[in-house]
């Protein structure tokens, strides 16, 4: 079985709880509940991990390149415009790196505009809501065909 990482960073543990007009009602369980049942029936297998933490986001993509797993889709959160220890973690990873955003951060502060991930990214998504990390898998299982 094929194996994808779903990687979500600081604060999207409060998916569905605070700031729906921004980041929609879903929660992140809903979310991650979603992809494991699609990459299942797909016959693939689908982990998930958020956390709050540069480290600890920078530890999962290590096991993530030494445990076989052959995709990334990353939500780097905040971490997406300030993290280069993300961008080099994701650089010594060898599958596939899509990058996820809920919002279009390019219709939102200028901060928001620029992300280390996108150098290292092979697709990036933003503003689709949450329909956004099923782009993605659909994308990485298409591309496996
Ligand atoms: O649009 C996205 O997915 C972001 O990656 C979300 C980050 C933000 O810093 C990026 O610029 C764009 C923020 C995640 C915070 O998530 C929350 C969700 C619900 C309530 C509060 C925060």
């Given at each position: 079985m094929q194996k994808i990482l779903v990687l979500h960073g600081p604060n999207l543990n409060l998916l569905g709880t605070r700031q729906p007009e921004i980041y929609g009602h879903e929660t992140l369980a809903g979310v991650n509940n979603a992809l494991h049942e699609k990459a299942l029936i797909a016959g693939w297998e689908l982990n998930y991990r958020?956390?709050?933490?540069?480290?600890?986001?920078?530890?999962a993509i290590h096991t993530a390149r030494d445990d076989?797993?052959?995709?990334?889709?990353?939500?780097?959160?905040a971490y997406t415009h300030t993290s280069i220890a993300i961008l080099d973690a994701l650089n010594a990873f060898e599958g596939k790196v899509i990058e996820v955003h809920i919002s279009n951060v390019h219709q939102r502060e200028a901060f928001r505009h620029h992300s280390y991930v996108s150098l290292r990214a092979d697709g990036v998504i933003a503003g689709l809501g949450t329909q956004g990390y099923h782009a993605a898998l659909e994308a990485i299982m298409a591309a496996a065909k």
């Open positions: 958020q956390s709050n933490h540069e480290g600890e986001l920078i530890d076989g797993t052959c995709a990334i889709i990353i939500n780097p959160a």
